[in-house]
């Protein structure tokens, strides 16, 4: 007599509980009792903040109008952001001139889109265009004047115009000189070193404020008496000063994961400083760092908004100028919420933006 | 044939005579700089009338201040501004820097929990606020919520405790009796017997391998000896809660709405990137140091403890002290609502009141420089204690 089956007992179907919606639901939101508890928090919070936020914003919303008349009763007005859109996106620039803005920030995307392109020709040649000749130019057709267009002065630029310009032409006049600042930091020159170092722990450990402060109050004072500096240009040299130093640290951090091999290498092969810098140590470092340039961009992008304290009308300017409207007062609520949309999506974008640039420059082995 | 020998070389490519001469560029470039901002500056402020000096420091500032830790009024000194300045500076870093890394090391972990719902609301949370400007957040809590709130007459009521209005928050404030003194004392004995038996509780770890239950012994010792002598002490500690008087509360601990607008602000902001931090840090950890742990028998506490906390915070500390210094450096955003911070009361009404433009934003540009350098070196002598030593 034998208990042992002769042949093998056909597999059974997993347990109810491990597979399917229910197993899902069972390992990712009730594993233990304390998970249980976290969800079962989490659902109430949501339950009491999405569906009265949705009430608010869409439901109840007033999207159509032409004044504060036509936000009567509960829920969010955007009329007061869609009458105003143009201001929160060219500032005081007069209307019938706006369309220079719209060119010029389309032939940037147009540089931007090109240079983004894998193996097209004269990649170098577009690359030094974006970077030198096109922020000149952009500046002619934006303030007017020499091209026989109408003069727009830098007072009536503002809203998300003034944010991009300030953001953009910051970490271009920001790059170059803090690829300088990490080479004089690494160099063997004692007194050369000193002064990077000093330069880069003074912009470092001071607010931005202060040294916006600094360029509103301060640099009238440095300069000769009859000369007179724009206030969009002093925040500018306040930004690109403040935002080299942490680019300085950044490349810093690419120049010091080179192997010394690499610099030993080009060496023996009798290049020069110049040369084995810029042809075999850069190019190594600025790859490794681009996720660190990113990040910093996104600061100096979200400190732009600092301006507003000395003054400028950049995208929280305008939103600051808005709420303080007497026709539209009490409608702060809607004001901070677009500007911090705007805001997001440009840093959000920009962060996964850089993600993606740390994948396409890992030319090395992956692991 | 060329037959040069190496001092033949002309003394222009010489590298050292070219790193001197270079060098004497730059000093020269520096000074030559320096003195031509200098020689500027002191045409311009004699064209103003103003000379640079400290002087002014004893003026009177005739000016008032909303919030000030010290005793201050308007007929104080410019030198007691900087003071009350620097010190609300301070207040609102502190208390800053500690909700923040409450709410981050709670938002971090959240972030890496199993539970998906709680993981998704973490990034959530993180990823809104990471990538909203800071002022913008501020003026969002100080315009949109604070000013939103009701007056004094209609406060939220919370508790009978805690109040809530447009003109601030209002607290409890404990008020210690003369006795309290006693309850402090025996705290330092606690925490002096907690260290001593911690010592001793290692040396006989170490001598004889049997452990001591050092955590839950400590942790009564330093709650249980201050409590005793609190209640043996009669206990000397009242409160002081507020209540409304009139149009407005009196008594307990109000928070001005420009305080707790920035301190949210600062709290939620920093909190967003400490967690990313502590995220990135236990992650650091490899599955393999924990694996390793489990099979030298230890329990699942003291793998935390031994083997995954120590190794996680060498990645995390540097870090996060940066964004304390972030903290404290972005508490100057006080200025655009009004909160008397250093920037706001002596870099912006002191010098617009003295015109002392060049002594003022140096003066507070040392200070930040002074406590970012401070943080920085002890941040060194922590990272050279810490750092990996390898074979």
Redo the contacts between chains.
């Keep these: 007599m034998s208990y042992v089956l002769k042949e093998r007992h056909p597999d059974l179907p997993p347990p109810r509980s491990e597979v399917g919606v229910i197993g899902w639901l069972h390992r990712n939101l009730f594993s233990t009792w304390y998970n249980t508890l976290f969800t079962l928090a989490a659902l109430y919070l949501l339950y009491r903040a999405i569906p009265p936020f949705i009430d608010w914003a869409f439901i109840q919303a007033h999207f159509t109008g032409t004044g504060r008349a036509s936000c009567q009763g509960g829920g969010a007005c955007w009329v007061f952001i869609s009458e105003r859109l143009p201001q929160f996106f060219y500032g005081f620039y007069p209307d019938a001139e706006q369309w220079r803005v719209k060119l010029g920030f389309g032939i940037f995307a147009l540089l931007l889109a090109y240079l983004h392109l894998p193996r097209v020709p004269a990649k170098l040649w577009v690359g030094a265009l974006t970077l030198f000749v096109y922020p000149v130019f952009a500046f002619g057709l934006f303030s007017g004047g020499p091209l026989g267009l109408a003069h727009v002065p830098t007072t009536q630029w503002g809203g998300l115009m003034l944010t991009l310009i300030l953001a953009f032409t910051g970490i271009v006049a920001a790059l170059p000189l803090g690829v300088l600042l990490a080479l004089g930091r690494r160099s063997k020159l004692p007194v050369l070193r000193s002064v990077c170092v000093v330069f880069i722990e003074v912009w470092r450990g001071v607010p931005l404020i202060t040294v916006l402060f600094m360029s509103s109050v301060l640099l009238p004072l440095f300069m000769p008496a009859h000369v007179d500096i724009d206030k969009l240009l002093r925040a500018l040299i306040a930004i690109a000063l403040f935002q080299s130093a942490y680019i300085a640290e950044v490349v810093r951090g690419g120049l010091q994961a080179i192997p010394k091999g690499q610099f030993e290498a080009a060496d023996a092969l009798g290049l020069s400083y110049a040369k084995s810098m810029s042809l075999i140590i850069l190019p190594q470092a600025l790859k490794i760092v681009i996720p660190g340039i990113v990040v910093t961009f996104i600061e100096l992008f979200k400190d732009t908004s600092l301006v507003v304290i000395i003054g400028l009308m950049d995208l929280l300017g305008i939103t600051q100028a808005a709420l303080n409207d007497p026709k539209w007062l009490g409608f702060a609520v809607e004001g901070y919420l677009f500007a911090g949309l705007v805001y997001w999506i440009f840093c959000f974008g920009l962060s996964r933006y850089g993600l993606f640039l740390e994948r396409r420059f890992h030319t090395g082995h992956r692991r | 044939m060329s037959n040069h020998r190496v001092n033949d070389t002309p003394w222009w490519l010489n590298q050292r005579v070219r790193?001197l001469l270079?060098?004497l560029l730059?000093?020269a470039f520096?000074a030559g700089f320096f003195a031509y901002?200098a020689y500027?500056?002191h045409?311009?402020?004699q064209?103003r009338g103003i000379s640079n000096s400290l002087s002014f420091m004893g003026q009177e500032a005739g000016f008032d201040v909303i919030q000030s830790l010290i005793p201050y009024n308007s007929t104080s000194t410019y030198a007691r501004v900087f003071l009350v300045g620097l010190l609300n500076t301070l207040f609102v870093a502190a208390i800053g820097i500690v909700f923040a890394s409450i709410l981050g090391l709670i938002v971090g972990i959240a972030r890496l929990?199993?539970?998906?719902?709680?993981a998704r609301?973490a990034g959530a949370f993180i990823?809104?606020f990471?990538?909203?400007?800071?002022?913008?957040?501020i003026?969002?809590f100080y315009?949109?919520v604070m000013?939103?709130l009701p007056t004094a007459r209609q406060s939220l009521d919370i508790g009978g405790l805690f109040f809530l209005n447009n003109r601030g928050v209002y607290l409890p404030r404990p008020v210690p009796e003369p006795a309290f003194w006693a309850v402090l004392a025996a705290f330092v004995i606690a925490a002096g017997l907690t260290v001593w038996l911690r010592r001793w509780a290692h040396r006989r770890q170490d001598l004889t391998g049997r452990p001591f239950p050092m955590f839950w012994v400590g942790l009564g010792i330093v709650v249980g000896l201050p409590l005793i002598v609190f209640f043996a002490a009669g206990m000397p500690l009242g409160w002081s809660i507020p209540h409304l008087r009139g149009f407005n509360f009196q008594g307990g601990f109000a928070a001005i709405p420009e305080f707790t607008s920035l301190l949210l602000a600062l709290t939620i902001y920093t909190a967003a990137s400490i967690a990313e931090i502590v995220r990135s840090g236990i992650l650091s950890v490899s599955h393999g140091q924990t694996e390793a742990a489990r099979s030298l028998g230890l329990p699942n506490r003291r793998v935390l403890q031994l083997v995954v906390l120590p190794q996680a915070l060498r990645v995390i500390i540097p870090p996060v002290t940066s964004q304390y210094l972030n903290l404290t450096?972005?508490s100057?955003?006080a200025?655009?609502i009004g909160y008397p911070d250093l920037?706001s009361v002596f870099?912006g009404t002191a010098?617009n009141q003295t015109g002392q433009?060049?002594v003022i934003?140096a003066i507070?540009?040392g200070v930040?420089?002074a406590?970012?350098?401070t943080i920085?070196l002890l941040m060194n002598w922590y990272n050279h204690r810490v750092r990996l030593i390898e074979r």
């Design positions: 790193g270079a060098q730059v000093i520096v901002l500027n500056t045409v311009n402020m064209a929990s199993s539970n998906w719902l709680l609301l990823e809104t990471r990538n909203i400007p800071l002022l913008l957040q003026f969002f315009f949109a000013q939103a450096k972005n100057s955003l200025t655009a920037v870099a010098l433009a060049v934003i507070t540009m930040y420089l406590i970012s350098l920085s």
